[in-house]
């Protein structure tokens, strides 16, 4: 990849060439982060072309080669092919004006590819990871670092054997995510970790690490990009506090309701030709059995090699078998999260856990691949996947508050239940389902058939609602809902005690608001670094500088008041 030249960038008028700062805390990266994140213009890498369209071009003119190698053949040898498109053409007298047409094509469109990767370009900086696209029709593309909601780099078969890969910086909104396709397979990660460390919030510091160069040959290089983890040891644990087994895999979803209502279908049409006799029934059942075999496929190799642990920039996930993914999700970017257990999982004592993020794919494949953290796994691995979204909730009375969440029977525990008038609405459920809070999240208690724990941390909550039809006011009744991102997830759960869900709806609003005007999540790294940066001037007995509009030094004898939370670099409303 190389930079764009100083008149590349200011050629065309448009907003993305007003004046932006260049990034300037990412001192502490390797000098390939940092040339890729100084606020300049950078390309892509160089084989984007083939990769985005080029290879089914090389594919058309292989077709074309191999016929007109044939036509040279039977022209040579006198023994012409009717059938043959170009002795059709020939015979019509059309032979050279197809050839120069077909040629044209094939200039137009290498032109088109080169100008196409010419013209798409990228830039980072403090605030804004910035695309701009398009020949005739350009397009810019903004995604701001403050609203980063996680950060994946998936590697596509095909990709890997260029040492290339796409880089997807996913952003609150619908279908707001910022691609990048394709970068190196090395400068994607270290671009990750530069966009990251600016969206955290880090101060430049002092400090400078050599860029790793690859070792060994082009080859070597492959192969080893091939075999290594989806957790880069850098970053991460090289260990993953998950592992799941093969044969736990191939069970879950030969047990998922998929492959269940099949086999109920393939029952169905298998009665209905024995009593018919009428086979046509096979070839309307051929494409269920062609979808839902392509389905479990994709699931399988997309759960392979699966890997979740936590790094200083937030929780990293890794996924595929031939394509692989990795995602960062930044703290504070969860919403919501649900632990479920399907009916048939409940006698192997397996779960899944999936999560609400701000951030919508723009296809149903993809967001739910990003919103499934954990395809399945038994009560350790749900604790420890746990542990890592809500570290809050690591202590034992939350663990135990927890278990008692995803039990199967009713419990003398401290989780508010629905009444037993309630049973006509919950005929199963009513003695499983309620509420509680957990430490700084709420946990809502639902399903018995099809059991479920919903947990939204309070600082991440949209805002709280009751609700009462005229069926639960006559029933004294109510539903409490916490509203957040949308998602796959619903924190709703009804047939509560009316009385029960008032004073949980004012517990939770003041909650929700102490939560939030704590929470310093989003600039996660901001704490730690001012810290570190201020006991290094104190240190050198340099006087340090207080920046517009922060807090000056209290002088002596004065007792200020510290708000909870407020060490972790949060600047709490002055109150009248």
Do not use: C
């Amino acid at each position: 990849m190389s930079e764009l030249p100083a008149n590349d960038h200011t050629a065309n008028a448009s907003p993305a060439n007003e004046s932006v700062a260049p990034a300037a805390s990412v001192g502490s990266l390797p000098a390939e982060a940092q040339r890729l994140a100084d606020g300049e213009w950078h390309r892509l890498h160089p084989a984007t072309p083939l990769l985005r369209g080029g290879i089914a071009l090389l594919a058309i003119i292989g077709v074309i080669i191999v016929n007109a190698r044939d036509f040279f053949i039977e022209t040579l040898f006198n023994s012409r092919n009717e059938f043959d498109p170009f002795s059709q053409l020939a015979e019509f007298g059309l032979l050279i004006p197809a050839v120069l047409i077909v040629l044209a094509v094939l200039v137009l469109s290498v032109l088109g590819f080169y100008f196409s990767w010419r013209m798409h370009t990228f830039r980072i900086t403090d605030e804004v990871v910035e695309v701009r696209s398009g020949i005739l029709f350009r397009t810019n593309r903004r995604g701001r670092l403050d609203r980063i909601q996680g950060i994946n780099i998936s590697r596509p078969l095909v990709a890997r054997l260029f040492g290339a890969a796409k880089l997807e910086v996913n952003v609150a909104g619908q279908d707001a995510n910022v691609e990048l396709s394709y970068l190196g397979s090395r400068g994607a990660d270290n671009l990750r970790r530069a966009i990251l460390q600016l969206a955290s919030g880090t101060r430049a510091v002092e400090a400078s690490e050599a860029a790793a160069s690859p070792e060994g040959g082009l080859i070597e290089q492959r192969v080893n990009e091939f075999l290594a983890p989806e957790l880069d040891p850098d970053a991460a644990p090289p260990e993953s506090i998950v592992r799941i087994r093969i044969p736990r895999l191939i069970g879950s979803l030969v047990l998922s309701e998929a492959t269940i209502i099949a086999v109920a279908v393939a029952i169905g049409i298998i009665v209905t030709i024995s009593i018919s006799g009428d086979y046509l029934w096979l070839f309307a059942f051929l494409p269920g059995v062609l979808g839902l075999f392509g389905y479990l496929l994709s699931r399988l190799t997309r759960s392979l090699r699966y890997s979740i642990a936590s790094t200083q920039d937030g929780i990293r996930v890794g996924y595929g078998l031939l394509s692989t993914t990795n995602e960062t999700l930044p703290p504070g970017r969860i919403h919501a999260v649900e632990v479920s257990q399907p009916l048939l999982w409940r006698l192997a004592g397996w779960w899944e856990i999936k999560i609400n993020t701000a951030s919508q794919a723009s296809s149903s494949g993809q967001a739910n691949a990003k919103t499934t953290l954990l395809p399945v796994g038994d009560m350790d691995d749900v604790h420890r996947v746990l542990q890592l979204i809500l570290p809050s909730l690591a202590d034992a009375e939350s663990r135990e508050l927890l278990e008692a969440g995803l039990a199967a029977g009713a419990h003398d525990d401290a989780y508010v239940t629905s009444p037993k008038r309630a049973a006509v609405l919950r005929w199963f459920s009513w003695r499983r389902n309620g509420f509680v809070m957990i430490s700084d999240a709420v946990a809502l208690r639902k399903g018995a058939i099809w059991r479920s724990l919903v947990l939204v941390p309070q600082a991440r909550m949209q805002s709280v609602s009751m609700a009462e039809g005229p069926l639960l006011r006559r029933m004294r009744l109510a539903e409490l809902r916490v509203h957040t991102v949308a998602g796959p997830i619903s924190a709703t759960i009804g047939a509560l005690e009316r009385s029960d869900v008032i004073a949980f709806f004012t517990e939770v609003s003041h909650a929700a608001v102490q939560s939030a005007s704590v929470d310093t999540s989003h600039r996660w790294r901001s704490g730690s670094t001012e810290r570190t940066a201020d006991n290094s001037e104190a240190n050198s007995g340099a006087t340090p500088e207080v920046p517009p509009g922060a807090t000056p030094e209290v002088p002596p004898g004065a007792t200020p008041e510290v708000p909870p939370g407020a060490n972790s670099g949060a600047t709490p409303e002055a109150t009248p």
